[in-house]
């Protein structure tokens, strides 16, 4: 190694110093995201958190997930405080379906060059919604890569780790045909679809993310493009203290109202999903999208149109599980039930 060069790291597009301002903003950030269990979290090289000591026999589960191009409106609009809500209710939605507690989160940020009010609003949103879901934010990487990314852009990755206890995993073995589907409405898009919402939005509509459509209600077309997903363990946790049980769930994101209800049906494939179609509202974004000229069976694929999570009760328990969601805040709508499925019948079907 040659004394005295003078090419540096920063020469070659990776600050190291923007990336230690960013670990000192991020530290009060996770301090306000975190459990009793954290030992050891943002700052060194991996995050420690020990299991609740409450677990008789306990199940790790994990996932994992990004927030799609919806990445493309928050910088397209400079709007960066709630794409870090996104990511964490896209995992942590998944992780609680199975009837896993959310534990912890940690985030991977990678950009082009490292802008840390950026960063920080993103890992901002991240920390918000680790405290909904109630889980720690344990650690992180941002990942400054020249090259990689167009100049000004940054891409994002999410993994949550929970518990359950082994026999209160919920994945579809109890169901049963005539159990009752609740769903928990959406607060619009989610994180799916983003391509073909700003496609017809902003291509074939012709709006900009500024225009407000009537259709919208005064929202403009940025505010229904980034509205944050809905993080749904509050929402679960609200009905197992109301005395529900619930017996499966489904958390709806990317193959929409098609793809996702079937696979909380993993142990009982003999039954099928059935939706009332009409039962629950569809927020307005997903008719001003339809009217542009989406077909109905590309909407139910691509879309949520407004449930965000079906779940599963026995049908003498769904006023109360109504009940129980309303106290918590969370609207939700009887949407369907569980019926047995016949020949070549598809897995979900809908009625009128």
Not at 128 to 156: K, S, V
Not at 172 to 190: F, T, V
């Amino acid at each position: 190694m040659t004394s005295g060069s003078r090419w540096t790291y920063k020469d070659a597009g990776v600050d190291i110093d923007a990336g230690e301002r960013l670990v000192e903003r991020i530290r009060p950030l996770a301090a306000r995201a975190t459990r009793p269990e954290v030992l050891a979290g943002v700052g060194g090289f991996a995050g420690l958190c020990a299991l609740p000591a409450r677990y008789r026999d306990p199940v790790l589960v994990s996932g994992t997930d990004g927030v799609g191009t919806k990445i493309k409106s928050a910088l397209a609009t400079g709007r960066h405080d709630t794409i870090g809500v996104d990511l964490v209710a896209m995992s942590v939605n998944d992780v609680a379906v199975t009837g896993a507690e959310p534990l912890f989160f940690l985030d991977y940020f990678a950009t082009s060059r490292l802008e840390v009010a950026v960063a920080e609003a993103v890992v901002r949103g991240v920390a918000e919604g680790c405290r909904e879901a109630g889980c720690a934010l344990l650690g992180g990487e941002t990942a400054e890569m020249p090259g990689m990314y167009a100049e000004g852009e940054y891409d994002l990755a999410g993994f949550c780790v929970g518990v359950v206890e082994r026999d209160q995993v919920r994945d579809g073995r109890l169901l049963q045909e005539g159990d009752a589907l609740i769903g928990l409405h959406s607060s619009g898009l989610h994180s799916n679809g983003h391509s073909l919402a700003r496609m017809i939005l902003l291509d074939a509509l012709g709006h900009t993310y500024d225009d407000r459509p009537p259709a919208l209600g005064g929202a403009s077309v940025a505010d229904e493009l980034l509205r944050p997903t809905r993080i749904y363990v509050a929402a679960l946790r609200a009905l197992a203290a109301a005395g529900v049980t619930w017996k499966a769930a489904a958390h709806i994101t990317g193959g929409g109202l098609v793809d996702n209800p079937p696979r909380m049906l993993s142990r009982a494939s003999e039954l099928a999903i059935e939706l009332e179609l009409g039962s629950w509202p569809v927020p307005p974004v997903f008719s001003l999208i339809a009217g542009a000229g989406v077909a109905d069976d590309e909407m139910r694929r691509t879309f949520n149109l407004g449930l965000g999570m079906l779940v599963a009760v026995a049908p003498d328990q769904a006023e109360r599980a109504l009940g129980a969601l309303a106290a918590s805040g969370q609207p939700a709508s009887r949407v369907g039930a569980v019926t047995r499925r016949t020949g070549g019948a598809p897995a979900v079907s809908f009625r009128t």
